[in-house]
Every structure is written in C-alpha cells, then in structure tokens.
C-alpha cells in the first residue's frame, strides 16, 4: 500500500463532520500522525454527531460546534488549514425524501459555501470529500465502476452528486485541490446505532445485542459490501497525500460480497445469540432501494495504492464488542 509517511506532521487538519463516525476516528489517527486537528459539528440530534466519539483524545483537538451551512462560520475555520476532509452531510435517504430542501442545503448549498471559503480565504487547502455509492443508483452492471452513469434513486444521491462535483469544478476551475471518496457501506465502532437513519447495519446491531428480531427487507438476497471504518480513513488519508488524487473521484469497495440474509446469520453467529428474520419492503423504502451493489476499487488501488484489508468478520466483531461496552453513549434504553 502507498504510504503517506510524515505528510501530516505539524499541519493544520480540520475535519466537517468531525464528531460523527468516520470524521471521529479520522481524527484518531490524524493526532497520531503528529496533526493539529480541528473538528467542526453542529451536533444535530438527527446526525451522527456524538461527544463520546472523542473519549480519549478530547485534549488532543480542537472543536467547535458549529453547522456548515453558516458561511461566517466556514470563511474563518478554513483560515490557515492544510487540509480539510469535508465529511459533513445529510447521509438519510429517508430524510432526503421527507425533507428535501434541508437536504439540499445541507448537501449542496452549504458545499458551496465550503468551497467559497476555500477560493476567497485559503486557495491553498486541500480537500477530500466524502461522496457516496448512492449516487450509482440501481446498478446497470456490477461490479460499479467510475466509469458507470449516474442515476440516483432519491434526494440525497442527487444533492450528494452535485455536492461531489463542485468539489471537481472548483479543483478544475479554481485550483483548489480537491478529490471525492465514493464510500460503500462503511461500518465499525462509532457508527450511528440508535436508528436506521444512516446506516441499516448499525440498527441491525443494536436490535441484536437488544435481543430483538433482525428485520432483513425483501428477500435478503440483495448483494453489498462493506468497508471497515479503519480501512476508509486509510483511504482519505492517501487521497490526501497524494497530488495525484487531484480533481479525481473514486470507489471504495471490498472483495467480500455478501447478501443481506447471510450477513444477518453472521452477525448472529458472532454475537452467539439473536435472530432474524425476512419482511417485506416498507414502502418509502423499497421505492428508493438500489437492489444490488458491490463496486470496483480498482482505480483508487492502481492510483493509490489502498486496499481493503480489514475481514467483514473482524469488522463485526469488534463492532459488537464496542457496542455491548457502550451502549449507554449510543442509544436509549428501550421502553
């Protein structure tokens, strides 16, 4: 794998999004790596934004609470930055078709405000940002590669495409160094478990250690992947380092595909209790399911060298543990 060495030692990092999943254990590493990490979160109870994500390095980043969408905000937090990892969104497909114009400005308004920011106070910076497999919408062959159309299914896929591509235009047009991670279904410690809002896996979770039902939708023979969380932020952290990331999307992916009534039966077998069983569709959901998907990660592995390296089992299982240990941080008990 390609490395980025000491790249990050002694620069400024902020991070949108940083108290959420991904955003939090960026920063784990990025303080490791010898960083001056600032988080921005405005903590809405709807996102993943979570306090208890920073046990352990609290004195060890900067964070201020603040939303996106406030451009006075954005135009002083990316004053001196060498980097930003853009990781602040509106995730729910749900959300998206119930309240379409948050969405929007959430994923596309406040975006540009972002890159605003950039062009007037800090031309220099460089930003990853975190797109999505959603913007694919229902495959047209598997697996996705770069190269396939883009047809969203729902609000969010449509906003989160333009969002990724005024990162590309401003790289492009403005020379403000930008990329875009196509994430696939990231999961581990930290995740969002209390609803099914950002991710059905994380709910999956808390309805096991609970000791309630696995509600697996359709069929369960729906293909995914997953990434483990460590291998993601492996991910964002090469797209920085590397210039040759510039103005470029790409996939992340895994090579274990599994469908979903098989990654239920293992998600029971690891936690040695639970049960699951198959319902149909409801139906706001199935009218923006994507059916199958798993993506090519080839040109993000000959680009940068990343590859997948964390096993979905692995995954699981740490991710159970975290939670059975946790779980007073994450969700309400149950009524």
Known sequence: MASYGSTFQGKRVLITGGLGFIGSTLARRLVD???????????????????????????????????????????????????????AGQTSHIDSMREPYTDLEINCRAQLSILEACRRYNPGIKVVFASTRQIYGTPDYLPVDEKHLLHPTDVNGVNKMAGEWYHIVYNNVYGIRACALRLTNTIGPRMRVKDARQTFLGWWIRQVIEGKDIQVFGDGTQLRDFNDVDDAVEAFLLAAAHEGANGKVFNLGS???????????????????????????????????????????????????????????ETLRRTLAYYTQHAVHYWEPSE
């Open 33 to 87: 790596a010898g960083a001056e990490v600032a988080l921005v979160d405005s903590l809405i109870p709807e996102y993943g934004g979570n306090l208890f994500n920073l046990a352990g390095i609290e004195d060890r980043v900067r964070v201020n609470i603040a939303d996106v969408r406030d451009q006075y905000s954005m135009n002083y937090l990316v004053q001196g930055q060498d980097y930003l990892f853009n990781l």
């Open 255 to 313: 090579a274990e595909v599994i469908n979903l009534k098989d990654l239920a039966a293992l998600l029971v077998e690891i936690h040695e209790k639970g049960t699951f069983r198959i319902v149909p569709f409801p139906a706001d959901r199935k009218a923006i399911d994507i059916g199958h998907y798993y993506g090519d990660y080839t040109a993000i592995r000959q680009a940068l060298g990343w590859t997948p390296g964390v096993p979905l089992r």
